[in-house]
């Protein structure tokens, strides 16, 4: 298995024990904390589901044609750029809610999109079309 597709996996599985943790904590919180929330959504969906997505998809999508990852480099780029994105997305808006400046969490916003549209990208491409023998 790639290390990029590996590296993916482990991040997914290692968001997905913080995230289930952060979930059984906030259901011990009286208040309603909205970072929490935040926090365990995000985490469950952009590192655990998202990231497993990115792991096993990198490694089985381009098999399908018989084709590698079309850009190799591209994926790693796209591993730094979604754990970065996804660390200070969930961990900037808290702050951005309590009178402080929005402008953190809406780069970390976009890195997380950018990242989406660099998986994208490599994935279509990867699958274009078949090997020929
Ligand atoms: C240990 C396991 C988990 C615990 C203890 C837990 C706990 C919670 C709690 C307490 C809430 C807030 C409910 C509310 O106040 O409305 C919540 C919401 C949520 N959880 Fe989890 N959860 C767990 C696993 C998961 C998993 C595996 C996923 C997805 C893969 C997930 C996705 C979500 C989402 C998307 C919401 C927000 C739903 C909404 O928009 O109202 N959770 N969870
Ligand atoms: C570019 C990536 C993403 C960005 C910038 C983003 C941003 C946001 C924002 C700003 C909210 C409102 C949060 C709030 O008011 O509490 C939200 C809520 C939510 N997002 Fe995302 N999101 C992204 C990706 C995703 C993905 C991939 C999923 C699911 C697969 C997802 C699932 C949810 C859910 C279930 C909620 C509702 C939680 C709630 O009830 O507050 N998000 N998202």
Do not use: C
């Amino acid at each position: 298995m790639d290390p990029v597709a590996k590296n993916f996996v482990r991040m997914s599985v290692i968001y997905f024990a913080i995230s289930a943790l952060i979930g059984v904590h906030y259901l011990f919180d009286e208040a309603f904390n909205h970072q929490l929330f935040q926090a365990h959504v995000h985490l469950m969906m952009l590192g655990w589901m998202s990231m497993m997505i990115y792991g096993v998809g990198y490694h089985i999508l381009p098999r399908f044609n018989g084709n590698p990852v079309a850009f190799p480099m591209l994926a790693i780029v796209h591993f730094w750029v979604a754990n970065i994105a996804l660390v200070g997305f969930v961990s900037t808006w808290g702050i951005s809610r309590h009178g402080y400046s929005k402008m953190p969490v809406k780069v970390f916003a976009i890195m997380n999109a950018i990242g989406i549209i660099m998986f994208a990208t490599n994935i279509l491409f990867s699958i274009r079309k078949p090997k020929e023998y």
